[in-house]
Structures are given as structure tokens and as C-alpha cells.
């Protein structure tokens, strides 16, 4: 098996996230969940943009952020998703090129725009998400450049892709390429209602061995399981994979591979500002430090330093220099 060319690979939704703060008052008006993802068409994302507070515009995506903390590591990312031809889309690729990435997935006229997420921010610091899948859910499985999998250590999929059908397809022959070619195929859960849509089809891709590094929150891990206990649920879902990764927030992260085991805690911040990617960088860090070898505390610890950054600022992408944050970790 030839040396990778690039160390994590990711596929997923291409968002430009519309970042704005917002009041539980005005969430309660609107009727929506704090902390939650909802789907919503593109009448709806138009109303919602009219009645929100000022806002600024970064890409975003959950895929498309943990490229981007991968970049800002030191490491070697790209990304595949689906964009428009319109003014969105030149933004979007323009942003990840930008920040290193690699991004050759070809824009295409699907008849709906580039993707955009809504994205209200409490003073709490939990983001509301509002999110319109526009061009984003047409990804064809023959936009994928199977040689780029190919040259991948680690192919990452989001689970917020598996809701439409084209793109599931796609997903599908991607981990079929990077199995073949003996490389990592990584999957994170993404979001409860990911979980609530598709437990059954999350779980047949872990009983058949398709995906060796599985990420989740413990929510999703415990609602994955079908038991509303941690140890529980991480003693049933662990045996699946190779390797088990479970965040916890403010409690830190835990890792499982076979008869090893691994815990550490959360990093200290100064404030909490916004936790729109803590995930996604999360996933990065510990990404990262797999494909470089690294133990699976050292791995855990980058994740931690990484998604600690990220949520003391507006917005899923670093500001701070992460490779002078995580420090002897990428020794």
C-alpha cells in the first residue's frame, strides 16, 4: 500500500454557515429546540434570515470544519462536497483552498443553490441550527475522484450526509474505494436527530465492518445503543469497531480500541463563547494524531485542545494557531 498523500479525507455537507446571536426569547417566538439541528427549505430559510439578528458568513459544514481543524494542525486534508455555480459556492471553495484544503469536487447545477445553515448563538454559548441542504444533498457518487480516496490514510463521513438518498449512495462507494485500498474509514454520528432517522442503518454499517473509527457524543452513543447509560452503551457499541470515540462536553472524551481504553479530560477556557464545531475540531485533532501514529491519549488530548479553541470564539473554524497549541502532542 503506497504512502498516503493526504492524512484525512472528508465528505459532507458544503454549508455557509449565517452566524448570528440570538435570545431564548427569540428562540421560544420561533418555536425552535435550543441546541438542536432542523432541516428546512429554502421559503423558510429566507423568512428566518429576514427576523434575525446581524449576521456574518463563514463556511462551515460539519465535514468541511474538521478539514479545515486537520489544516490548521499541520495536516494534509481535503474535502468532497457539493456546491453550486453561484456566488455561495465561489465563496465556499474560495474559503477551504484558502485554508489549505484540498477541494477539486467540480461545482454543478443541480437546480438548488449552495447550502447555508442559520445559525443562532444564545449568550449561553449553544447554537441553534437552521439548516437549508440546497445543492449539498445532490452529491452523486460520480463526482467522487476515487484516486483522491485512494491516496487518503482516513476517509471521514458525516452522518448529517446520510439523510438524503444521492449522497448515501456516494458515502456508500467512498468507504467501498478506501476499503479496498486498505485505508481508515472513519464516520461520526452528527446529531440526534441523525441517530433518531437512521439508528438501523448506522448500526448494519457497523455490523458489517465497514467503519473502523466511530465518533459520537454520549447522547448518540447511548440513543445508538438503545440503553440511556454511558458504560452501558459504550460496552455495546465498542465491540463494532475498531475504535470508539465518545465526547462528553465539559467532561471530556474517551476512546476504546479492543482491550484498551483511554479517558482525559476536558481543556481549561477562559469563556465560553459559541460551540458551533466543537465536535468537528474535535474529530480533527484525534484524526490527526491517529494518522500520525500517535497513542490513543495523545490523540484524545489534540481533539481536546482543538475543540477547546474553537468554542471560545464565534464561529467552527480556528482563529488561534492550533499547531502552537497542541504543542509536544505533534512531535
Known amino acids: 500500500m ?30 425552535q429546540v ?13 423568512r428566518l434570515y429576514a427576523h434575525m439578528a446581524p449576521a456574518r458568513q463563514v463556511s462551515g459544514g460539519s465535514a468541511g470544519n474538521t478539514a479545515a481543524g486537520v489544516a490548521a494542525l499541520g495536516g494534509r486534508a481535503g474535502f468532497i462536497g457539493q456546491v453550486a455555480p453561484d456566488q455561495l459556492g465561489e465563496f465556499y471553495r474560495h474559503d477551504l483552498t484558502a485554508a489549505g484544503i484540498e477541494f477539486i469536487t ?7 443553490p449552495t447550502a447555508r445553515s442559520m445559525i443562532l448563538v444564545t449568550p449561553d454559548g449553544h447554537r441553534t441550527m437552521n439548516t437549508f441542504l440546497g445543492a449539498a444533498q445532490h452529491l452523486p457518487k460520480q463526482a467522487l475522484d476515487e484516486q483522491q480516496i485512494r491516496d487518503s490514510a482516513i476517509l471521514y463521513l458525516e452522518g448529517y450526509l446520510w439523510d438524503p438518498e444521492t449522497p448515501r449512495y456516494a458515502m456508500v462507494r467512498a468507504i467501498e474505494v478506501a476499503r479496498q485500498a486498505g485505508r481508515k474509514v472513519a464516520f461520526t454520528l452528527s446529531d440526534m436527530f441523525c441517530v433518531g432517522r437512521h439508528r438501523e442503518g448506522f448500526n448494519q454499517l457497523l455490523d458489517g465492518g465497514r467503519i473502523d473509527i466511530l465518533f459520537a457524543n454520549q447522547a448518540e452513543v447511548e440513543a445508538l445503543a438503545g440503553v440511556a447509560h454511558l458504560e452501558s452503551a459504550v460496552a455495546a457499541v465498542a465491540p463494532k469497531v475498531e475504535t470508539l470515540v465518545v465526547t462528553r462536553s465539559e467532561d471530556g472524551a474517551l476512546a476504546v480500541r479492543g482491550p484498551e481504553r483511554a479517558d482525559v479530560p476536558a481543556e481549561p477556557i ?13 474529530a480533527a485533532g484525534f484524526l490527526l494524531g491517529i494518522a500520525r501514529g500517535k497513542s490513543l491519549e495523545q490523540s484524545l488530548r489534540l481533539g481536546a485542545v482543538a475543540a477547546a479553541e474553537v468554542i471560545q470564539h464565534y464561529g467552527a473554524r480556528p482563529e488561534a494557531d492550533l499547531r502552537a497549541l497542541a504543542g509536544d502532542l505533534l512531535a
Open 106 to 112: 467540480p461545482a454543478s447545477d443541480v437546480g438548488a
Open 270 to 282: 477562559r469563556e465560553l463563547v459559541d460551540t458551533t464545531g466543537a465536535g468537528d475540531l474535535f
Open 2 to 31: 503506497p504512502d498516503p498523500r493526504l492524512d484525512v479525507l472528508c465528505i459532507g455537507n458544503a454549508i455557509v454557515d449565517v452566524i448570528a446571536d440570538a435570545t431564548d426569547a427569540f428562540l421560544a417566538q420561533e418555536g
Open 34 to 46: 435550543k441546541g438542536a439541528m432542523r432541516l428546512i427549505d429554502g421559503d423558510e430559510a429566507e
